[in-house]
């Protein structure tokens, strides 16, 4: 068979959710061609070539844009068997994917891949049969120089993403993992990690992202991949993503990471409120993800926190708890301005929905955006949120420092009583200097933009 393999977005890196099917299609005999609609356009000579198409959609805005593509695709050659694999394929499935897909496979998707392929049964939608995973077929990807870069000491290094596992053994309600995981973590096999990895330096890459969900689910596993992976390749830098609960939990583990060269850790503090997070059932509070940022400073990591600052439950004064969290901790260059936006997505399947605190605000089902619709009783901040938004995207290229003065005047015009912010870095002070980050800024956890969805819609 000649299948066609399309990602439209793994966070600005190079699609490892299209080189790993890749791998193991190949070993079973089919020829395979890749196109990562982000940095590439849609040929139609690949689409005419294909006997099968499948799409990666690891994430909300990927799955979006995946039914943009799948669309085009199917005006064009309607007979075209489709798929949608990966953890947001089952997402809105009976209004929105039957039209656009033969087959869903969420979870560990490489086996009923295969077999779809083939032509057999792909099995059910859910598929969580711990697979071993292939050393992924980078060489049918566009090179790493077309991809998110670090920005450290005044220049840009090759970035790689990989994973050590997949799934997460936490529940957190807003997230889409626990939708699919529910609980459980697959690690990925410590030689294929490490196999990837040196495929990736050897492509150039001085820098390795993690896209675990959370690197520390496994931390016995995590660390000797870390280790196997620095005794190699002692220069390497990386990071990761962790918990708050999790970086308190494993003190232990920072000076170790450090000393093999994790720069950064990304976690989801989410909001500044202790009630919202006891509504997103975070597992951690305000004063813990304080804690964290002290203890990752003592071993030289910095923490890029990311937020969901626009609930049904968020005040004016929740946000301006935020930014005053930021300041006093000094993270305003730790800060995608992005994260300043984000409104709180409800897919199906979300275990807020079920929530008595989430019934008031709940509207019905919005099969294009792919999720639930929710209205906040204060219409200011759904105003707010938009203007936030609107902001932000129109300030890509200004600096993060600058764009948080803007969001930070809004945000305090709107509040009942002015509240001056703390001194920077009262709590804590990072350190002096441009911050290790990488050039692209969007999360896994925000809307695709009009920037990303005007191209597709244009085709």
Not at 223 to 233: D, E, F, G, L, N
Request: aromatic fraction near 6%; hydrophobic fraction near 45%; charge should be negative.
């Amino acid at each position: 068979m000649r299948v066609l393999l399309i990602s439209t977005y793994e966070l600005g890196h190079q699609p490892l959710k299209l080189a790993k099917p890749a791998s193991a299609l190949l070993a079973a005999g089919h020829e395979v061609r890749c196109i990562d609609v982000a940095v590439d356009s849609l040929d139609m000579v690949d689409v005419d070539w294909a006997d099968r198409v499948a799409f990666s959609v690891p994430m909300h805005t990927a799955m979006r844009l995946a039914l943009q593509v799948a669309e085009t695709i199917g005006a064009r050659r309607p007979e075209l068997p489709r798929c949608f694999y990966g953890l947001y394929a089952q997402v809105s499935r009976s209004l929105t994917v039957r039209s656009a897909a033969d087959a869903v496979i969420a979870g560990e998707f490489e086996s009923g891949l295969a077999a779809w392929v083939a032509g057999q049964d792909p099995g059910p939608a859910l598929q969580l049969t711990r697979v071993r995973a292939p050393v992924p077929a980078r060489h049918l990807l566009p090179p790493l120089d077309r991809y998110a870069r670090l920005v450290l000491d005044g220049e840009e290094r090759l970035v790689g993403s990989v994973e050590a596992s997949r799934g997460c053994s936490h529940r957190c309600r807003h997230c889409p993992v626990p939708v699919v995981y529910d609980g459980r973590v697959r690690a990925v096999d410590e030689a294929a990690v490490v196999a990837d990895v040196d495929q990736l330096v050897a492509a150039g890459a001085r820098h390795v992202t993690f896209a675990d969900p959370d690197f520390l689910n496994t931390p016995l596993h995590s660390r000797r991949v870390v280790a196997a992976i620095h005794q190699r390749h002692p220069h390497l830098t990386f990071d990761c993503t962790t918990k708050v609960e999790h970086i308190l939990r494993h003190p232990e583990v920072w000076p170790e990471l450090a000393e093999a060269g994790c720069l950064f850790v990304v976690s989801a503090f989410e909001s500044a409120t202790e009630e919202i997070l006891e509504h997103l059932d975070k597992g951690h509070t305000v004063a813990e993800a304080s804690k964290a940022v002290v203890l990752l400073r003592d071993h030289g990591i910095e923490v890029r926190p990311s937020w969901l600052p626009f609930t049904p439950w968020t005040t004016i004064t929740d946000l301006v708890d935020l930014l005053d969290f930021v300041v006093a901790h000094d993270l305003v260059p730790n800060v995608d301005p992005v994260q300043y936006t984000v409104r709180l997505l409800l897919p199906e399947g979300s275990l807020l929905l079920d929530r008595a605190a989430m019934a008031p605000h709940l509207g019905p089902y919005d099969p294009a955006r792919l999720s639930w619709t929710w209205t906040h009783p204060d219409p200011r901040v759904d105003q707010l949120q938009q203007e936030l938004a609107a902001l932000v995207e129109g300030c890509v290229e200004q600096a993060a420092a600058s764009t948080f003065e803007e969001i930070d005047a809004r945000i305090r015009d709107k509040a009942t009583t002015f509240r001056a912010p703390p001194p920077r870095g009262a709590n804590s002070k990072g350190p002096a200097g441009e911050r290790a980050r990488l050039t692209e800024p969007w999360f896994c956890c925000s809307e695709p933009t009009e920037a990303q969805l005007a191209p597709l819609a244009s085709r």
